[in-house]
């Protein structure tokens, strides 16, 4: 099983990106929204969290391996969950993932079948069944950093994030509320070393006028 691969990137296609690992060249699979973060980094050595899977039909003995490539590993969590709903699958994943994972878990923690079914091949049945299998494990995916979306990005740990986020919740804060909490501290250039620290900047924030 393939889960990492690292190597310079030679080129970025309309849903591939190819990396040379010496002495081979790898053609991997990319999303939309992965794509767009890679065309800049053409040229550079970059490593990719990748999903290795076979492609065809075992009963024609025609099988073909393939490596979908994410930059982050929690971006391959999540793609592997949204693989996991009945009717979704791989192909189906990679061509629905145009919007950041942290745009599509927010649309599925939020029920919003509308933005589920407008993302390409989805539609409305199956963003009812996305929508009803993960919708329960989105926070984590949800809180992810835009960092092309803000000016500074706080250094912090995405567990620790997370753990705030489920302490918010706890204390009474909607899931929407914590998630906007979070992202008005992590917008500024602060580094938080533990999570006391971390609620002490998310409730200084909100008492703000």
Same mark, same amino acid.
């Given at each position: 099983?393939? @889960?990492?691969?690292?190597?310079?990137?030679?080129?970025?296609?309309?849903? !591939?990106?190819?990396? #040379?690992?010496?002495?081979?060249?790898?053609?991997?699979?990319?999303?939309?929204?992965?794509r767009r973060q890679l065309e800049t980094e053409v040229g550079q050595e970059i490593h990719?969290? @990748?999903?290795?899977?076979?492609?065809?039909?075992?009963?024609?003995?025609?099988?073909?391996?393939?490596?979908?490539?994410? @930059?982050? $590993?929690?971006?391959?969590?999540?793609?592997?969950?949204?693989?996991?709903?009945?009717?979704?699958?791989?192909r189906k994943a990679l061509r629905a993932m145009v919007r950041p994972v942290r745009e599509?878990?927010?649309?599925?923690?939020?029920?919003?079948?509308?933005?589920?079914?407008?993302?390409?091949?989805?539609?409305?049945?199956?963003? *009812?069944?996305?929508?009803?299998?993960?919708?329960?494990?989105?926070?984590?995916?949800?809180?992810?950093? $835009?960092?092309?979306?803000? #000016?500074?990005?706080?250094?912090? *740990?995405?567990?620790l994030v997370e753990e705030v986020f489920q302490i918010l919740v706890h204390l009474g804060?909607?899931?929407?509320?914590?998630?906007?909490?979070?992202?008005?501290?992590?917008?500024?250039? !602060? #580094?938080?070393? $533990?999570?006391?620290?971390?609620?002490?900047?998310?409730? #200084?924030?909100?008492?703000?006028?």
């Amino acid at each position: 099983m393939i @889960t990492r691969i690292h190597g310079k990137l030679l080129r970025v296609g309309e849903n !591939t990106a190819t990396l #040379s690992c010496a002495p081979f060249d790898y053609e991997i699979l990319v999303p939309e929204f992965a794509r767009r973060q890679l065309e800049t980094e053409v040229g550079q050595e970059i490593h990719l969290h @990748t999903v290795h899977y076979l492609e065809g039909n075992p009963a024609q003995g025609r099988l073909t391996p393939r490596l979908v490539g994410f @930059t982050s $590993d929690v971006e391959r969590e999540f793609f592997e969950l949204f693989c996991s709903v009945d009717g979704v699958g791989v192909r189906k994943a990679l061509r629905a993932m145009v919007r950041p994972v942290r745009e599509v878990a927010s649309a599925i923690g939020n029920q919003d079948a509308k933005a589920l079914a407008s993302l390409p091949g989805v539609g409305p049945a199956t963003a *009812e069944r996305v929508i009803a299998k993960l919708r329960r494990k989105m926070a984590k995916f949800a809180l992810l950093v $835009d960092v092309s979306q803000a #000016s500074h990005v706080a250094d912090v *740990e995405q567990d620790l994030v997370e753990e705030v986020f489920q302490i918010l919740v706890h204390l009474g804060h909607s899931e929407n509320d914590s998630r906007k909490l979070l992202d008005t501290v992590l917008a500024k250039e !602060t #580094s938080f070393k $533990d999570v006391d620290s971390m609620l002490q900047a998310v409730y #200084s924030s909100s008492e703000k006028p």
